[in-house]
């Protein structure tokens, strides 16, 4: 029977990677049309991205608008499908690409963006930049077929560098309150997290380098580091400044979506786990000398952009990928042992130059952190640039000076900046009268006089 012309087979299906191919017809000439399947890994990491950006716009009043977060993505997906074309002459859909523009609408912030203001189109063209040029990457730096760089990640990280804090900063560590709006996120991150790391085998690679970022910053912590911040109007130092790293939507972002990339990480086990422990490594060393939130935040992304590079040379140094020595316990018992002479000496050296290179590693950050290190006065003017531009009257104190007060009315809210997880205390009048004197300071000592309430006095 003749084979059938390539004209007459639109509809067919194929599946293949995850993807399921088909036709397209345009003009008459067939294209095949590839569609990501329902259990393609990236669908649902882009599920998570997405939910995150919807509780960002409705509860958490992320500094980012709709259009900004589509002009990323938009840019994104038509630059992928014109490339793949361009290669392959099919429609492919852009489910990589579609991942890194939400990936930097996610984390990018452009400097004066009012919260709560979801149809704002001051800086839709940023986001399209960036987006644009974090997708070229993956088609201009490449080794062995395949992109070495997370795209979102080292467009975000050019960014910040080039265009600085003046114009662009990262999303913040630490987002709102312990409210429902944070716990629902949290939820969303870590249970998606583990779900899509787990099904891809990459938990060890997630685990890896969250215990060396824990350890590593524990350590800036415990030598006094601090941060200033724009939701805190005290530096974050010690113990404060592990918890809000550690315990970071933004770190948990970081650790689940884009440093378990699986194009740009190594294949195999030995591999994989060495590069999460790298990783958590040189975020913690460009981390340490940085004085407020913004270069804190670009020195965690960088530190991905800086093992990435060195991938090449880590999968010639570690075992093949699948072969017998690519197995995590013996390749650890290789490293502390060595490869010659007896058994006792090779633990006893073997167990020393182990030592030795985590206290020089530790040395090293607490070295590098030396500018951060005691207590930082954050500067007024950097301080008020900070500010919001646009205001919500609805966050006034609820009562002016000259104003009858009733008993137990609600005169203000209590802010502790120390706690930036903690709900505010609301104020409420101990008596009936009027409002004669307020304090209008954003910072107040404790035992300071924040109302006055006085009575009227009968007069004789």
């Known amino acids: 029977m003749p084979e059938r012309p390539s004209r007459y087979v ?3 299906r194929l599946h293949c990677g995850g993807m399921t191919a088909r036709t397209l017809s345009i003009g008459g000439t067939p294209y095949p049309l590839v569609l990501p399947s329902i259990r393609d890994p990236r669908l649902h990491v882009a599920a998570v991205i997405i939910t995150i950006h919807v509780l960002g716009q409705v509860g958490l009043h992320f500094r980012v608008s709709v259009p900004e977060i589509l002009a990323a993505i938009l840019t994104c997906f038509l630059i992928e499908v014109a490339l793949t074309f361009r290669q392959t002459r099919s429609f ?4 990589s690409a579609m991942l890194t523009g939400s990936g930097v609408a996610l984390i990018l912030r452009a400097v004066g963006t009012p919260a709560d203001d979801p149809w704002n189109t001051g800086s839709w063209h940023l986001f399209a930049g960036v987006a644009a040029f974090s997708i070229l990457t993956k088609y201009v730096i490449r080794y062995r077929g395949s992109h070495v ?24 560590f630490w987002w709102a309150p312990l409210n429902g709006w944070m716990l629902a996120a949290y939820a969303v991150i870590v249970v998606g997290g583990l779900l899509i790391t787990r099904r891809l085998r990459l938990l060890a690679l997630a685990a890896a380098f969250w215990i060396t970022l824990a350890l590593g910053t524990g350590l800036l912590a415990a030598s006094g580091h601090c941060m200033t911040t724009n939701w805190a109007f005290a530096p974050v130092c010690g113990v404060d400044f592990w918890r809000v790293i550690v315990t970071s939507p933004e770190v948990l972002i970081f650790l689940f979506f ?10 195999g086990n030995v591999g994989r786990i060495a590069f999460g422990i790298l990783t958590g490594v040189a ?4 981390m340490a000398p940085q004085t407020n939130e913004f270069g804190t935040k670009v020195g965690l992304l960088a530190g991905l952009v800086v093992v990435s590079a060195t991938r090449p040379l880590l999968e010639r140094l570690l075992p093949e990928p699948k072969s017998a020595a690519d197995d995590i316990r013996r390749f650890a018992r290789q490293l ?19 030592v030795a290179a985590v206290l020089a590693l530790g040395v090293a950050i607490v070295a590098a952190g030396v500018p951060a290190r005691g207590m930082l006065v954050p500067d007024l003017t950097e301080a008020l640039n900070d500010m919001p531009h646009v205001v919500d009257p609805t966050t006034f104190p609820p009562i002016t000076v000259g104003q009858d007060v009733a008993v137990k009315q609600l005169l203000g809210r209590l802010h502790d900046f120390a706690d930036h997880a903690s709900a505010p205390v609301e104020i ?7 409002v004669i004197a307020m304090h209008f300071g954003a910072v107040c000592r404790r035992g300071a006089t924040l109302y006055v ?7 004789s």
Do not use: C, Y
């Not at 010659?340 to 050296?349: D, T, W, Y």
């Not at 409420?428 to 009027?434: D, L, N």
């Open 10 to 12: 639109t509809g067919a």
């Open 92 to 95: 492919v859909w852009p489910a």
């Open 149 to 172: 760089f997370n795209p979102s990640n080292i467009g975000l990280v050019v960014a910040f560098v080039l265009l600085g804090s003046s114009r662009v900063e990262p999303l913040d």
């Open 258 to 267: 884009m440093i378990t990339d699986p194009k740009t990480i190594p294949a």
């Open 283 to 286: 975020s913690t060393l460009l």
């Open 336 to 354: 502390a042992l060595g490869a010659s002479g007896s058994r006792a000496v090779r633990g006893v050296v073997g167990s020393g130059l182990t």
């Open 428 to 434: 409420t009048a101990h008596r009936a009268g009027v």
């Open 453 to 459: 309430i006085a009575q009227d006095v009968a007069s």
